[in-house]
């Protein structure tokens, strides 16, 4: 993988006008009094086209990012499509 990975991920074209791309990861736990001190440059104006840059700090679970309902609909219609495969495979072993 590229040593630039951070950059790969931010020139991707975003699907929808309002989009949020991930810049990198904590992966220790973090206590509620730690301090994160973060440096910020603005090496890309945003300004002459109205654009706005925000940085979000946020937490995932096994299921995905700020909303569940992706990974429970996902893992929903996996289900439901499994289902449906054994429905179809003993009405086809059945019934041949």
Known sequence: MSE??????????????TFRKLYGRINVDLNES???????????????FGGKKKLVLS?????GGKNDFLGVAYLTVGGLSFFL???FLVVYLVHP
Not at 4 to 11: A, G, R, Y
Not at 34 to 48: A, G, P
């Open 59 to 63: 937490t995932t679970s096994w299921l």
């Open 34 to 48: 730690t301090t994160i001190d973060v440096v910020i440059q603005n090496n890309y104006n945003t300004y002459s």
């Open 4 to 17: 630039q990975e951070d950059l790969i991920v931010w020139m991707r074209t975003a699907a929808l006008p």
């Open 85 to 87: 495969a054994l429905v």
